[in-house]
């Protein structure tokens, strides 16, 4: 069975649901019906954001 891979937005690497790094963001704006996937590794999305920025259990691997 072939696993459906993603490409990471922010390193462009492989990407699959089945890696523990793998995190799907939706974006939108508000009133807005329309949406985007994004999917990201979580250390790739991690290391751009500020390190002020608390990040929870979704970090965790
Ligand atoms: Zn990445």
């Known amino acids: 069975m072939n696993e459906l891979t993603y490409s990471c937005a922010i390193c ?3 990407l699959s649901r089945s ?3 793998f995190i799907q963001l939706t974006a939108t704006r508000p009133d807005w019906i329309e949406m985007q996937q994004f999917y990201v590794h979580a250390s790739c999305l991690a290391s751009k954001l500020d390190p002020s920025v ?3 259990e979704l970090f965790e691997t």
Request: glycine fraction near 12%; aromatic fraction near 0%; hydrophobic fraction near 35%.
């Open 19 to 21: 890696d523990a790094e």
């Open 12 to 14: 462009a690497r492989d």
């Open 54 to 56: 608390p990040l929870g």
